[in-house]
């Protein structure tokens, strides 16, 4: 049973740019968060979407978006890449009313 | 607004000296307590599970505590690969059920 998957897991790029990154949720699981965490730090809420439609929003500002697809995949977007977004970026799923959340392994985005 | 509080920050032990981490939290009606480990750039892999105050349970050398306040996280005669970060997060009930994290403790056991 595969838990969830995130790609790509190492990425580098440069202040200004942009970038999308992946998940693929737990099966069996239809609601997917993303969280940030920077080095030091426990993760931080970004946006929780379930049903394709953003439910949930952390304090974070409109450069960073996200899309849900109907097989539950997920995206977060993140425009004008500042030094500061550099982080872990984890993706988690569960059900909608389910209990704890399912951890992928991240993706490391690095901001040069 | 919910509130998780890890103490201590770090944490350096000798294998096989038993110590325990402390998860103090503020929350309008505690739906669940979750604790997790961490290994160095990889994602929170789940431990355990707790709901209500009284409640306890066991993984191999760790186990967990819940009080009205607080949670518990007790290693008995730890061993060098419980080395990591364990976190901490708590799910409110009537709301988003969105868990809020603590920033965890670092644990480094010494052989």
């Known amino acids: 049973d595969a838990g969830v998957t995130q790609s790509p897991t190492h990425l580098i790029k440069t202040r200004g740019q942009q970038v999308t990154l992946r998940c693929s949720p737990k099966?069996?699981?239809?609601?997917v968060s993303w969280y940030q965490q920077a080095l030091g730090q426990g993760p931080q809420f970004i946006f929780q979407y379930y049903e394709e439609e953003e439910r949930q929003r952390g304090n974070f500002p409109d450069r960073f978006s996200g899309h849900q697809f109907p097989n539950y995949s997920s995206e977060l977007n993140v425009n004008a890449l500042l030094l500061g977004d550099s982080a872990l970026y984890l993706c988690a799923s569960s059900r909608m009313e389910g209990y704890g959340y399912t951890f992928g392994s991240g993706t490391r985005l690095t901001v040069v | 607004e919910d509130q998780v509080t890890q103490s201590p920050e770090a944490l350096r032990l000798q294998e096989g000296e038993s110590s325990s981490l402390n998860c103090s939290y503020t929350v309008s009606g505690l739906r669940g307590l979750f604790w997790y480990r961490q290994d160095p750039g990889k994602g929170p892999e789940f431990l355990f599970t707790?709901?209500?105050a009284g409640e306890e349970k066991e993984k191999e050398r760790l186990k967990a505590t819940l009080t009205k306040k607080e949670s518990f996280l007790h290693i008995t005669a730890p061993k060098p690969e419980d080395s990591a970060t364990y976190l901490c997060?708590?799910?409110?009930?009537?709301?988003?059920?969105?868990?809020?994290f603590g920033r965890g403790t670092s644990l480094i056991v010494h052989p």
């Open positions: 099966s069996g699981h239809d609601t």
């Open positions: 997060a708590v799910q409110a009930r009537g709301g988003s059920y969105i868990p809020t």
């Open positions: 707790l709901y209500s």
